[in-house]
Structure formats: C-alpha cells, structure tokens
T-cell receptor
Framework: DAGVIQSPRHEVTEMGQEVTLRCKPI?????LFWYRQTMMRGLELLIY????????DSGMPEDRFSAKMPNASFSTLKIQPSEPRDSAVYFC???????????FGNGTRLTVT | GESVGLHLPTLSVQEGDNSIINCAYS??????FIWYKQESGKGPQFIID?????DKRQGQRVTVLLNKTVKHLSLQIAATQPGDSAVYFC??????????FGTGTRLKVLA
C-alpha cells in the first residue's frame, strides 16, 4: 500500500502566480479531504469529496481556491492568484467506508513570496 | 503588528513514565474519535480510534478513554519512549463526515 501521495513536496512561488497541488488517494478509498495547516489556525478542513463529488467546500477560504476530483485516483487543489497569506502546509487525506480513520499524505509546503 | 500563533501546550515526561494527553471535543453528535501523531515534516499518522458507543479502547502501549458526558478524550501512552516525541492531535468525526482536529499537544520525552 503506497499510502496517500502528494506532489510537489515543496512549492515556492511569487504572489499572483497560479499554484496547483496534487493528490493520489489510497486505492479503493471513496472519501478525499484537503486540509491546510498553519501555526495560526492549526489543521483546517478546506473541502472533502465522496465518490469524486464535492460534498462540503465551506472551509475553502475564498474564490481564489478551487478543488477538483476528475476521477477516483486524482485530485487537485488550485490557488489562483496566490498570496503570501496562503503560505502553509497543505495535506490530502483519504478514507474508505465504515467510519475508518483518515490516512494522510506527507503534505505540500507552500511558500508564496 | 506581530502575529500570534497557536500556543501548543507541551507535555514533558521522563523516558519510561506514562503520558496522558487530553482533548476536549466540540460536538456532542460526533460518533467517532481518532488520535494522530505528527512528526516534523510528515503528515498526521493514525494511532488509535474509538467509536462513541465505547468508553475505552486499548492498543499496543496506548489507551484511549472517551467521556461523552463532558466531551473529553484522552490518550494514555505507557512506558513513553524517545520515539514518542511528536505533536498529538485528537479528531472528531461529525455525522456529516467532517473530521475536525484539535489544536494539538506537543509531547517531549526527556532522557
């Protein structure tokens, strides 16, 4: 089991640029979550999907953020345009059926200068 | 002005002693609870979980206690080892399938 795979591990970009973060969930898992971790706010839920359909995006900060899940094995989180306050570690997590725990990737550390 | 970050509570324990990490959760309708361990540069790792119809669950060296009356969760680690040093988070799963995380506790194991 390869676990949840996120890419890139690190991203440094300039303010105003578009950033795309990628996630491959564990095979067979039908829930996918995007979280953001900062010192100020801890782990915040941004959005989650069930069977590739967005269920709750109330945690997405603003219209600059968007997430897609075109198929069961891939999801993206896009920020356009990026701002310095978006600097954080972004985690993707997946889970299977039956109330199982979330399994996290190792995150993408985003720095916007 | 200067920004203020989260102040992570820190628990320092001697190697070999038992550790108890506490967590207050927010939603009385939450039906599933999880403890995670996060080491530097990594994502949170699953340690142990408990459903709302239980009040205690044991794993290898770890025990989770759930008190639904006061919405409190605790993680007990027996014979704490240097490798247990990390930040520990509790998480609650709401009926909507949202998983909400606590602010975390830093555990430092003293040799």
């Amino acid at each position: 089991d390869a676990g949840v795979i996120q890419s890139p591990r690190h991203e440094v970009t300039e303010m105003g640029q578009e950033v795309t973060l990628r996630c491959k969930p564990i095979s067979g898992h039908d829930y996918l979550f995007w979280y953001r971790q900062t010192m100020m706010r801890g782990l915040e839920l941004l959005i989650y999907f069930n069977n590739n359909v967005p269920i709750d995006d109330s945690g997405m900060p603003e219209d600059r953020f968007s997430a897609k899940m075109p198929n069961a094995s891939f999801s993206t989180l896009k920020i356009q345009p990026s701002e310095p306050r978006d600097s954080a570690v972004y985690f993707c997590a997946s889970r299977g059926e039956g109330g199982s725990p979330l399994h996290f990737g190792n995150g993408t550390r985003l720095t916007v200068t | 002005g200067e920004s203020v970050g989260l102040h992570l509570p820190t628990l320092s324990v001697q190697e070999g002693d038992n550790s108890i990490i506490n967590c207050a959760y927010s939603n009385s309708a939450s039906d599933y609870f999880i403890w995670y361990k996060q080491e530097s540069g990594k994502g949170p790792q699953f340690i142990i979980d408990i459903r709302s119809n239980m009040d205690k669950r044991q794993g290898q060296r770890v025990t989770v206690l759930l008190n639904k009356t006061v919405k409190h969760l605790s993680l007990q680690i027996a014979a704490t080892q240097p490798g247990d040093s990390a930040v520990y988070f509790c998480a609650e799963k709401m009926p909507s399938y949202k998983y909400i995380f606590g602010t975390g506790t830093r555990l430092k194991v003293l040799a």
